[in-house]
């Protein structure tokens, strides 16, 4: 069995009025370890998914199992812990926040934990300096390029060294050049033993992980 396991996953929103099926009977094996792209057109159930997987959702029906665990079993506070010490999540939009300085940003996850602030400031200057950003500590978002946010934004998941890495569309909102360099830093940690699942409509990044799978309507293709 894989690090990740959906087994006849449906995702099904429903208003009054409308029943949208996000997702239907999807099954997916990623193995640890692995480098796996997702793509389809928008609207496919890509970020449904990313979602399900990052227990950010839950499922209609199916399963999801992440690192061993049946997360139709856990509670909320369950699910938030496992978020924290399991998974690291990567957006398009950075989600940095914007009133707090670099350091601060990427300590965040570890104020869940039991750490001193001492320890926290160590590792946070650390996974700075693995993304190329020691010098940065003190600067606030705005005052950073689209580059440097999400290298904040992968330091901030990595802090928590965890697992699996799940990138939304890291290189949306980024040019070419610069979204290379987030490219070649997300196979470094996967070269470290990282998994990654990235969910991009970039067909040139895409081929250079080491698998791809499609979907289409909320349905997987290949």
Known sequence: MGIINLQGVTKIYQTKEVETV?????????????FLSVMGPSGC???????????????TEGAVTVDGAATGRMKDAEMAEFRNKTLGFVFQSFHLINSLNVLDNVELPLLYRKSTEKSRRETARAVLEKVGLSHRTKHFPSQLSGGQCQRVAIARALIG????????????????????????????????????????HDEHMARKTQRIVRFFDGRRIE
Do not use: C, H, Q, Y
Request: glycine share 8%; net charge negative.
């Open 22 to 34: 996000a997702l239907e009977n999807v099954n997916l094996e990623v193995k640890a370890g692995e």
């Open 45 to 59: 159930g890509k970020s449904t998914m990313l979602n399900l997987i990052g227990l950010l959702d839950v499922p």
């Open 161 to 200: 060294n965890p697992k699996i890495i799940l990138a939304d569309e890291p290189t949306g909102n980024l040019d070419s050049k610069t979204g290379e360099e987030i490219m070649r830093l997300l196979f470094e940690l996967n070269r470290e033993g990282t998994t990654i699942v990235m969910v991009t």
